[in-house]
């Protein structure tokens, strides 16, 4: 029998019956009495000047209430306080097409949206840079003023141990490049967001957000409104993976809206403009050279990453450091030396996406992996399982390391699916790849640097035995709500389902500082079962007092609180809560977590990388390709993921399925991609997800480490298993035709082009990816070019000449 | 800003309602905005995400796409009309039991697109639920809870 009552159930999540009868109330489905709906007029130019902007046609325009712009709200603000760089709505300036600068108010959306184009901008257009190339080179272009050389947004370098004696003593050295191309999180829902300021002067914002805190901070700010006047409410989000973690404009000007017109305000993002909203996984180039022993032993890591990171600096800071932080983690590196450089480009700004800065080293490093055991003649598997970074160490960059499961996620991959016999077994066009990675369990830091904890919890026990958790995190899906009261309800001895869960409610609720960084389950659930021990403690003394039992002879389990040795002995959790009532006064209890000290350095950039513990994990991808036509399918990835202790088996799987879906979709197709400042694929119809007709059979393998710091064990497993998926399907390409795939996506025509079938000349290729920093195809002046082509061509059409109709 | 509502029937879960709607707004605009049946959700206006996706006499339809106006007599099943509190439909339940919705957003239109599976197919393949829910995108779970759910329910009605 289970030592736990809760933890380890298949239990349905407490808050899947509001989901699953439409019950749930998403910000879109708010409906206030006297509400306006508000639109976002948005850039139509890459990189302009704004020299103007007349709302006076849009303002008279019957039904429109209200209408602001940038210079309402000039303050700069960001998720990252140290390179606050934006404007709740363009000041002066746009950056990328499709950047927020005016906001509309009226009585219906329809409205709001005809006014918008009764708004006039007048743009002067300045150069735009859209490659990294550019953004480096040039000097005589500034997107923000501010950066220093060229366009450079943030330039870092870092070294640690003996790096030229590490490559010395190597006896082999790989020097590869890669290119991660940048894709988005496409959530099914759109951002939205309910502004309601009253009479009171109190503004409330319900708003689809990872980040309730943060986003409270940053209201403040640019609106000129004490926080204590602020109520922000985090609503169930209809999906995030990390893209509704940044502040955004259209939050600010709902809020400003409903504070001009005291009528509440909704602004619900289309689809179009979510692409816009973008913060997604960087275009990321990188350089990784490898030195190795014959035996495959590492001795030094050089590894360099260019981040294309759009208009502004969104996680940008934090982004590139963890392209080069968490790549010591997972196998020994006694010299490591990472330099990282993130550039400006004008194209929608990148953020954080599930895996956060560390998919497109961990891509680069695991394919590279795969060709040192193909160049030394190892098994991929063995290999990587004979170089583990060990258990309770320390990384090079002086990162600790508790519990590590990578090898007992191998050891299961090759129980699962026998890869090292069928590696290089399956004939041209079927191949098999395998790849590992590791992730955080929450960021070892706040963004904001302060002493206070990262999550507190709150639990108060009524009368009738009913329990309410009340904590900061936000519901995106990843099922949070669902962690708090199964954490709170095996300690205290009954079941999630009795437990009221209020979460991402800035006056209702401690502060836990978001949902992103997979900290929640590590952090809030240490937060939840801090308060839940001392209400347990409280409980068990009634308790052992009524029966005569010693405290620590008592187990809280099923409503009941029993004798261990007798459990025929037991006072209900009602009557032991009247009783604890009646001996200490309410029943309330706040806990809190923050990480340990001494988890990461002390250098300038260590703040980037700790955790209070990693997760650990690999992938098995086995791949068909069509050899005539380069159709990729994949037809199976089974993961096996270290998640300390699974709360919930069914909720880990999820995660573990669905950052496997997540990964397949970036390295298959997916990809945010521009022609000339514009968004080729900003819609579902041009940029596709995977459907359940696509997508490959998936299994998940929980692996159980037992963590001992995280709350009965657990470590995250919403982003980490996302990142070995990626380099697996790459590796299993190579298995399958021969051909190292060293950029991503790989789709159709790239594997016709490697197959020497796409063109005439019929040249195969062992390799497709990039030789350095240049474009692989073409000069960085082209898409320039075309923008200039597509500009003219469109103005010809506008103004025909002379004499004709 | 004149509006030009005009009044019209629509049968929605089994009742017979009276609104005022502009003409060219959308089923999913009418349910959701005149209606307050907020179930149905809103996901990329194009007909590709299936988010909005309810039963017309039985046959599922993407609401995104349906102007009311043209639906006449035609009997509309939403997510609410599925099953709640006591009488829940077995594929709520098993969703529930197996992680089926995580952030729940698509969840509605894939409960639906199921129920009218179920209802012509009571004992479907991997195969069939694989191309009956592949006009519904589901951006968390991978599919794979999906089908089991599916399948679990399938098995107890």
Not at chain 1, 668 to 673: R, Y
Not at chain 2, 86 to 95: C, D, K, N, V
Not at chain 2, 119 to 138: F, K, M, V, W, Y
């Amino acid at each position: 029998m289970s030592e736990f009552s809760v933890i380890g159930r298949r239990l349905p999540k407490v808050n899947s019956w509001a989901h699953l009868t439409g019950q749930a109330r998403y910000a879109d489905d708010l409906f206030l009495p006297r509400m306006l709906y508000g639109r976002l007029l948005r850039a139509t130019r890459p990189h302009a000047r704004i020299r103007r902007i007349d709302v006076s046609r849009a303002a008279a325009h019957p039904g429109v209430v209200a209408i602001v712009t940038g210079a309402d709200m000039p303050a700069k603000m960001g998720i990252m306080p140290s390179t606050q760089d934006e404007t709740a709505l363009a000041v002066d300036k746009v950056r990328y097409v499709g950047e927020p600068v005016a906001g509309v108010a009226a009585v219906d959306e329809d409205t709001a949206f005809d006014a918008l184009s009764l708004i006039e901008v007048d743009y002067e257009d300045l150069d735009p840079i859209f490659t990294i190339e550019e953004a480096l080179e040039r000097e005589d272009v500034k997107i923000h003023d501010e950066s220093k050389r060229a366009n450079v947004f943030k330039e870092v370098h870092l070294s640690f141990g003996d790096l030229d004696g590490g490559f010395a003593s190597a006896d082999h050295v790989r020097d590869d490049w890669f290119f991660f191309e940048g894709n988005t999180h496409a959530p099914i829902e759109s951002h939205s967001a309910v502004a309601s300021y009253g009479a009171d002067d109190k503004l409330t914002l319900w708003t689809a957000t990872q980040v309730p805190h943060y986003l409270h901070r940053e209201l403040e700010k640019v609106l000129g409104l004490p926080r204590s006047r602020i109520r922000v409410i985090a609503t169930p989000n209809g999906g995030a993976f990390g893209g509704k973690s940044d502040p955004f404009g259209h939050e600010f000007a709902a809020a400003l809206l409903s504070m001009r017109t005291h009528r509440p305000v909704k602004i619900t993002l289309d689809r179009e403009e979510v692409f816009y909203a973008h913060r997604g996984r960087h275009p990321v180039k990188m350089r990784i050279r490898t030195g190795v022993k014959k035996d495959g032993e590492i001795t030094a890591v050089h590894y360099q990453s260019w981040l294309d990171g759009g208009a502004y600096a969104s996680y940008g800071i934090a982004t590139t450091y963890y392209t080069g932080a968490l790549l010591t983690v997972t196998y020994r590196i006694p010299a490591y030396k990472f330099d990282g450089v993130r550039v400006y480009t004008n194209k929608p700004p990148c953020g954080p996406k599930r895996g956060h800065g560390t998919t497109q080293p961990r891509y680069g490093f695991e394919c590279q992996l795969d060709k040192i055991a193909q160049d030394l003649g190892l098994d991929a598997l063995e290999y990587r399982k004979r170089i583990l970074q060990p258990p309770h160490s320390r990384t090079v960059n002086d990162l600790r390391i508790t519990s590590m499961g990578l090898g007992e996620c191998l050891d299961a991959l090759q129980r699962a699916t026998r890869y090292s016999e069928r590696h290089g077994e399956l004939g041209r066009g079927k191949g098999i790849g395998l790849a590992g990675s590791a992730y955080i369990s929450g960021a070892g830091l706040p963004i904001y640097w302060n002493e206070m904890p990262h999550s507190g919890a709150e639990i108060r026990i009524d009368r009738g035995g009913g329990v309410t958790v009340m904590c900061g995190t936000s519901e995106i899906g990843q099922g949070s709500d669902n962690m708090l009261a199964s954490v709170a309800a095996e300690a205290l001895g009954i079941l999630p389902s009795d437990v009221h869960v209020v979460s991402g409610d800035t006056s209702l609720a401690p502060v836990d500082l978001g949902s992103y960084s997979s900290r929640v389950t590590f952090m809030a659930g240490n937060a939840v079962k801090d308060a839940a021990m001392k209400l347990r403690s409280l409980l068990f003394a009634a308790a052992s007092e009524k029966l005569g039992v010693a405290e620590d002879r008592l187990i809280a389990a099923y409503h009941r609180i029993y004798d261990q040795n007798d459990p025929e002995k037991f006072i209900s959790f009602v009557d032991a809560a009247v009783l604890a009532e009646s001996k200490h006064g309410t029943l309330v209890a706040a806990g809190s977590y923050k990480p340990p000290k001494g988890i990461g350095g002390s250098f300038k950039g260590a703040g980037v990388g700790p955790t209070p513990a990693y997760s650990y994990q690999a992938a098995v991808a086995e791949v068909s390709v069509d050899l005539e036509t380069g159709t990729l399918t994949v037809d199976k990835v089974t993961t096996a993921h270290d998640c300390g202790r699974a709360l919930n088996p069914a909720n880990v799987e999820g995660q573990i399925e669905g950052s496997a879906y997540m990964g397949y979709g970036e390295i298959i197709a997916e990809e945010q991609i521009f022609r000339g400042g514009l968004h080729k694929k900003p819609s579902l119809l041009d940029y596709k997800l995977p459907t359940s007709l696509d997508t490959p059979a998936l299994e998940a393998i929980v692996v159980e480490s037992v963590d001992a710091e995280g709350p009965f064990g657990a470590k995250e497993a919403g982003e980490g298993p996302l990142n070995p998926v990626i380099p697996a399907i790459a590796n299993a390409v190579y298995d399958a035709i021969g051909v190292r795939f060293d950029e991503t996506p790989i789709t159709p025509e790239k594997i016709l082009e490697a197959l020497g079938k796409r063109d005439n000349r019929g040249v195969p290729k062992s390799r497709i990816g990039p030789d350095g920093l240049a474009e692989r195809n073409g000069d960085p002046k082209r898409a320039q070019r075309r923008l200039d082509a597509s500009t003219e061509g469109r103005e010809r059409k506008r103004t025909p000449p002379l004499g004709s109709r | 800003m004149t509006s030009t509502k005009e009044l019209l029937t629509l049968h929605v879960n089994g009742e017979a309602l009276t609104v005022a709607a502009e003409p060219h707004h959308t089923l999913l605009e009418v349910l959701r905005e005149e209606l307050g049946l907020t179930g149905t959700k809103h996901g990329c206006e194009l007909g590709e995400c299936g988010a909005c996706t309810v039963l017309v006499d039985g046959a599922p339809v993407l609401s995104c796409l349906t102007l009311p106006v043209l639906m006449g007599d035609a009997e509309v099943t939403t997510v609410e009309g599925l099953g709640s509190g006591e009488r829940l439909h077995p594929l709520q339940t098993a969703f529930a039991e197996e992680g089926a919705a995580q952030c729940g957003y698509c969840t509605p239109g894939m409960l639906m697109a199921a129920k009218a599976l179920l209802d012509g197919t009571p004992r479907p393949t991997r195969e069939q639920i694989a191309t009956a829910i592949s006009g519904n995108l589901c951006r968390c779970t991978g599919y794979t809870a999906i089908y089991e759910a599916i399948e679990k329910a399938a098995l107890r009605t």
